[in-house]
C-alpha cells in the first residue's frame, strides 16, 4: 500500500474512492480484524487538542482516508495531495459494490427501524443491530459491551453509527477483543443516508465543495456551531502547519 501523508497530525492513506472500494472488496468474515476512519475538517478540529485515546484511534486504522473536498483544497493550499473518499460514498458503494447474498452486516448505532429499513432494502443481507446508550465517549463500560456485540456479531461488515470520536474509539476497542475479524467502518451520519432519511446534496454541489452548505441549510439547528462556530479554526491550523514546514 502507498505510503501514508502526514497532514495537521494525522497519516492519511492516499487512496482514490475505487481504490478503497477494491480493498474493502478483498475483506471477508475472516480477515483479520481493521477499521476505516474517514476524517473530515470537523474531526481535524477536535483531534487538534483531543486526549491520547483518540488520538490512537485515528492511528490504528487501517485506512484513513479524506472525507472532505475542502479539507483536500486546504490540504493542497499547504502542499499536500489528498484524494477525497467521502465516507457516505464508501458506505454506499459498499452496499452496492461489495456485499454479497448471505453476507452478515453488524450495525452499532442508529435505531431499531433504521435497521429494519436496511433489512427491507437489503433482504439478501443477514444484518444485525445494536443500540448503545447515548454518552457512549464517556461510557466505557457501554463502548465494552458494543464491542463485545460487534465481535459476537461475526459479521463480514461493522458499521458504527455513533458519532465521533467515540466511533472511532469503538473500532479500537473492538480489536481488544478476543475473536475480533472483519472490518469495521466509522460511517456517523451516513447510516441517515443509507435508509433516506436524509438526501445528500446534488453531485454539482458536492464538487464544489459545498456540501458542508447544503447540510447546514437542510439541518440548521444541528449544525450552525460545527460548521459556523467550530469549523472556521480549521484555518489558523492549516495556516500555522504550512509555515512550520517552510
Known amino acids: 500500500m502507498t505510503a501514508r501523508i502526514e497532514f495537521l497530525g494525522v497519516d492519511f492513506d492516499p487512496l482514490a474512492f475505487d481504490e478503497a472500494v477494491a480493498w474493502l472488496a478483498t475483506r471477508g468474515a475472516d480477515s483479520a480484524y481493521g477499521y476505516v476512519v474517514t476524517p473530515n475538517v470537523d474531526h481535524m478540529v477536535r483531534l ?3 486526549p491520547v485515546e483518540v488520538t490512537a484511534a485515528y492511528r490504528g486504522a487501517a485506512l484513513c482516508l479524506c472525507d472532505s473536498r475542502v479539507l483536500a483544497r486546504l490540504g ?9 473518499t467521502p465516507g457516505s460514498d464508501l458506505t454506499a458503494a459498499l452496499f452496492a459494490r461489495v456485499l454479497r447474498p448471505g453476507d452478515r452486516v453488524c450495525l452499532i448505532g442508529g435505531e431499531a427501524e433504521d435497521a429494519a429499513r436496511l433489512r427491507a432494502l437489503h433482504p439478501a443481507l443477514d444484518i444485525v443491530h445494536h443500540q448503545p446508550p447515548m454518552g457512549l465517549r464517556t461510557d466505557r463500560a457501554a463502548r465494552a459491551e458494543a464491542a463485545s456485540a460487534a465481535v459476537a456479531a461475526q459479521a463480514r461488515v461493522m458499521l458504527l453509527a455513533v458519532g465521533a470520536p467515540q466511533q472511532e474509539m469503538l473500532a479500537r476497542e473492538i480489536g481488544a477483543v478476543p475473536g475480533a475479524r472483519g472490518t469495521a467502518l466509522c460511517i456517523g451520519a451516513s447510516v441517515d443516508f443509507l435508509v433516506g432519511r436524509q438526501t445528500r446534496a446534488p453531485r454539482a454541489v458536492q464538487r464544489l465543495g459545498m456540501e458542508w452548505a447544503w447540510r447546514l441549510a437542510t439541518s440548521p439547528r444541528r449544525l450552525a456551531r460545527r460548521y459556523l462556530v467550530d469549523s472556521p479554526a480549521i484555518f489558523p491550523m492549516v495556516w500555522r502547519w504550512r509555515r512550520a514546514r517552510r
Open 48 to 50: 487538534a487538542d483531543a
Open 76 to 84: 493542497r493550499f499547504a502542499g499536500v495531495t489528498l484524494p477525497v
